[in-house]
């Protein structure tokens, strides 16, 4: 069983930056592929990047793509998500979550973090 937990949310105007971590503990985290997700009030949760379980090659959503990175140390435990140039409507709560496959598919993943909050003001 694998517990994740989410930090580095918090307010940030448009343009700014926020790096968002993900510990985790309780599996054998470089055996898992990790991906964050986001969700927005009155919308359903979306994908927003994963990454491979040697964190060699990473997948973003098309909003994202070119100011968010992916990426994870195994030897920490830790995944991250660096969010640049940050828009108003990356507004949302963060997830990310644990899975033994690498797809988009957000029920693909059964592990999942409490989230952390992003909220970008304009």
């Known amino acids: 069983q694998v517990q994740l937990v989410e930090s580095g949310g918090g307010l940030v105007q448009a343009g700014g930056s926020l790096r968002l971590s993900c510990a985790a503990s309780?599996?054998?985290?470089?055996?898992?592929?990790m991906g964050w997700f986001r969700q927005a009030p009155g919308k359903e949760r979306e994908f927003v990047a994963i990454?491979?379980?040697?964190?060699?090659?990473?997948i973003y959503t098309d909003s994202v793509r070119g100011r968010f990175t992916i990426s994870r140390d195994n030897a920490k435990e830790t995944a991250y998500l660096q969010m640049n140039s940050l828009k108003p409507e990356d507004t949302a709560d963060y997830y990310c979550?644990?899975?033994?496959?690498?797809?988009?598919?957000?029920?693909?993943?059964?592990?999942w973090g409490q989230g952390t909050q992003v909220t970008v003001s304009s």
């Open positions: 990454i491979t379980w040697n964190g060699g090659s990473g």
């Open positions: 309780g599996g054998t985290f470089s055996s898992y592929v």
């Open positions: 979550a644990a899975g033994r496959k690498f797809t988009t598919n957000r029920s693909n993943y059964p592990y």
